[in-house]
């Protein structure tokens, strides 16, 4: 019966990863059937997180974070939690051996969101390093399934892909973090007064995100690489668009890809997949 609660579990990691993120969904399911739970499991973990930073703004954040941080610990040292979250989260950090320094980052990055809004340099490399870096490392250690090595060696190319998603999101979602959540990540940035040289500096930092995390990619177990690839191309269909559109823009809509377009980018990959050539 132990099983039937693993189940469950799961199906709700897999439920609000769902909820909350179509691409990331159809990226997972591109990926070969034994990797497709634990990434699940990952992504519902570090989704409720963020949701408790993000979203619940009636409540004591504080006091949500530090409890679901306890808990989350705890369910890793006893192997269950009543949480369905936690519980298949544990199960894949357990499964997988994934390096608990990577989960304190995570929760120190969150932490960072209930008071900062602001960041220098170091703030802003401290913060994208624990809210997205340590996401696709976390990944990576499902993706190399043991071997240790081969984590080792993709380890940088990693961070960046986590790097470059999360700097995409803070341009797209621009207005709802500055208007919204009083937020501004890029250091020395006034989106009062965002110039087309501010914008350049940080696509250009983005653009070389995406270049080193694309000759990772290609070195990825096959179980992974086409999953991680259909990302990639969705987040640099996006991050193009994103260029297209001027400063004055940014503040004013949330650049989207449409289904179609993500439908295009999955079928090209497809056919690039097929012929060996991604």
Request: with cysteine; aromatic share 20%; charged share 25%.
């Given at each position: 019966m132990m099983q039937l609660f693993h189940d469950l579990c799961e199906q709700c990691s897999k439920a609000t990863t769902e909820k909350y993120s179509t691409?990331?969904?159809?990226?997972?399911?591109?990926?070969?059937?034994d990797l497709r739970k634990?990434?699940?499991?990952?992504?519902g973990f570090v989704r409720l997180a963020d949701e408790i930073v993000d979203t619940f703004h009636e409540y004591d954040k504080e006091t949500l974070l530090f409890e679901f941080k306890k808990e989350t610990y705890a369910s890793i040292e006893r192997g269950i939690s009543l949480n369905p979250i936690l519980h298949s989260f544990q199960k894949t950090v357990r499964e997988y051996n994934i390096?608990?320094?990577?989960?304190?980052a995570f929760f120190q990055s969150m932490e960072m969101d209930l008071s900062k809004t602001k960041?220098?340099?170091?703030?802003?490399?401290?913060?994208?390093?624990?809210?997205?870096?340590?996401v696709g490392l976390m990944c990576l250690f499902v993706f190399c399934e043991g071997n240790r090595d081969m984590y080792a060696k993709l380890k940088p190319s990693a961070q960046s892909l986590g790097a470059?998603?999360?700097?995409?999101?803070?341009?797209?979602?621009v207005k709802a973090d500055y208007e919204h959540l009083n937020r501004t990540y890029?250091?020395?940035?006034?989106?009062?007064n965002?110039?087309?040289?501010?914008k350049r500096e940080i696509e250009d930092d983005i653009a070389k995100d995406f270049e080193d995390a694309y000759k990772g990619i290609l070195e990825l177990p096959v179980k992974a690489r086409f999953g991680v690839y259909v990302a990639y191309k969705y987040y640099l269909s996006l991050f193009k668009k994103i260029k297209r559109t001027a400063p004055s823009c940014i503040l004013e809509q949330r650049i989207r890809i449409p289904n179609y377009g993500?439908?295009?980018i999955v079928a090209k990959a497809g056919v690039r997949s097929q012929f060996n050539i991604l």
């Open positions: 691409s990331f969904s159809s990226a997972i399911r591109l990926l070969h059937a634990p990434i699940f499991n990952i992504y390096d608990h320094e990577l989960i304190e960041y220098n340099s170091c703030g802003y490399k401290e913060y994208i390093y624990g809210s997205a870096e340590v470059a998603f999360q700097k995409v999101n803070f341009l797209r979602d890029f250091p020395d940035v006034d989106f009062r965002f110039t087309l040289d501010m993500k439908a295009y």
